[in-house]
Structure formats: C-alpha cells, structure tokens
C-alpha cells in the first residue's frame, strides 16, 4: 500500500469506529459474530460467498464513513489483501500497516473497539481469555506466533488444484482457520474475531485466493442448488457474488518482487 492508501483506511476504520448505528464498524463486526444473532458461514458450501457478500458491504460502509468523515463525496478507500504466504510475512509477520507503533498517535488498524452490551463483555472475558482487553473500553488482543509458521504458497498452491467447488472451499477454509490461530487473540474466537481489523486484510486474501481459483481451469461455480440461495443479512444471493467484476472491484493475478 502506498502512505495515502493507507492514510485513507486508518481515517476510514477511525471514522467507522465513531459510528454507532448500522454504518458503523461495530455493527459490521457484529453481524459476524456476537451480538447475536451470528449470521456467519463457517463449515458449508456457503463459506466463500458469504464472506464475499460481508466484505463488500464492509469496503462500501468505509468508504461513505470516510466521506461523511471527511465531508468528501469523491473520497474512497480498498480492502487490502495481506498475502501471508508472502516472504515478506514469513519473515516478520503481522503486515507493518497493522502494527501498533511506539510512541505518537495509536494506529486504528492495531486493534479494534470491541463495543458489545455488558452481558456479552461478560460473556468474552469468562469463555474466550485472552480475546479482548480488561475495563470499561476493550479493545482486540493479538498473541502472533512465529512468521514463518504462516501457510506457505505450497499449501494455497494444492488448494488451487482442487477439482470441485465443495474441495476447494473446505481446503481453502482451513487454511483461512489456520491464520485466525496464527493471529491467536480475537481472532482465535467467531464470536468477536471480526472486531480485530486485521480480519478484514486476512478475509480480503481468501476472496482473492477464491478468485484466483475462479480464473483458473478448474474454477467452477458452486452448486446450483446454492445460487439462488440469499445471504442474510445481506439482500444478495450466491449467484450475485460470482464475479467480482460485476461488484465493482479486482485482484492483481500476480505480484511482482
């Protein structure tokens, strides 16, 4: 990411954060996991296209935060990817941009306001140690292990060469469940990883590795059984979310250096 690319995100998840209806950021990590309902898709066929749908509506909620922050109609910010099989990740891990640094103004993409009712607060801190921080204004916790345990390219590269929409998904989905161990923390835990802003770079990168594979000859779509199939509490099916062309966004295919 280039510094104003990245200048506009942090001002884009500042500025979600301050929000406290269904614009905000707490509202969208919510749908993910706690408050209930939890209206995520872990374990079925539905698990790419839903997170598909949740990072659209996601990105499109930053970018009105960030004009409405700005008082900017023509400002805009992207979801980026945080390629984990990198050699850059695999040598210091978490990406620099999501860091939190010493000293000077705390870094909004380091972790995120967890602002759930007390009974749910309660409920984190008794089931899930370690998730979020102690007192009246919580934030995510991150417990990385080693960068060079992050998936290797080796490991994207044999789920790339599945045959069938159900083989991909469920290999790819467990390499995506590997990374949220990685992280360790919030991210450890559906019911509030969502609240961890990293969440959004980690998802970013399986809806590319998806598209990658879509791309490929043996991408095929999901069953058509599954189509027609609304993912609330989006007003999209699954056949709506098959090309990303359509919704208005793209992945570099290849990367350079």
């Known amino acids: 990411m280039t510094t104003t690319e990245l200048t ?18 707490a509202f969208y990590a919510g749908v993910h996991g706690l408050p209930l309902p ?6 079925t066929s539905l698990f790419l296209p839903w997170h598909r749908a949740y990072l ?12 409405r922050a700005r008082g900017d109609q023509t400002a805009t910010v992207s979801l980026p990817w945080w390629d984990w099989t990198s050699t850059q990740a695999h040598s210091t891990g978490l990406p620099p941009g999501y860091r939190a640094g010493p000293g000077g103004p705390a870094n909004p993409l380091a972790a995120g306001p967890v602002t759930l009712n007390s ?26 292990d080693l ?16 045959t069938t929409f159900n083989s991909f998904s469920t290999l790819l989905e467990s390499i995506h469940g590997g990374v949220h161990g ?10 509030v990883a969502a609240f961890d802003p990293i969440f959004y770079a ?10 990658l594979w879509q791309i490929s000859p043996r991408g095929i779509n999901p069953p058509a059984r599954l189509l027609d199939r609304v993912l609330p509490p989006f007003p999209v099916t699954v056949r709506q ?11 570099a295919v290849q990367v350079i250096g």
């Open 8 to 25: 506009d995100l942090r001002d884009a998840f500042s500025a979600a954060y301050g929000l406290t209806d269904e614009r905000g950021y």
């Open 38 to 43: 939890t209206y995520c898709e872990h374990g």
């Open 56 to 67: 659209y509506f996601f990105e499109r909620a930053l970018v009105d935060a960030l004009r």
């Open 119 to 144: 009974a749910d607060l309660a409920l984190v801190r008794a089931r899930l140690p370690g998730a979020i921080t102690d007192g009246a204004n919580p934030t995510t916790i991150r417990d990385p």
């Open 147 to 162: 960068p060079d345990e992050l998936p290797r390219a080796s490991t994207v590269s044999r789920a790339l060469r599945s």
């Open 182 to 191: 990685w992280v360790g923390g919030a991210m450890t835990a559906v019911p």
């Open 202 to 211: 980690h998802h970013s990168m399986i809806d590319r590795l998806w598209y």
């Open 241 to 251: 979310m098959l090309d990303i062309s359509t919704l208005g966004y793209e992945y």
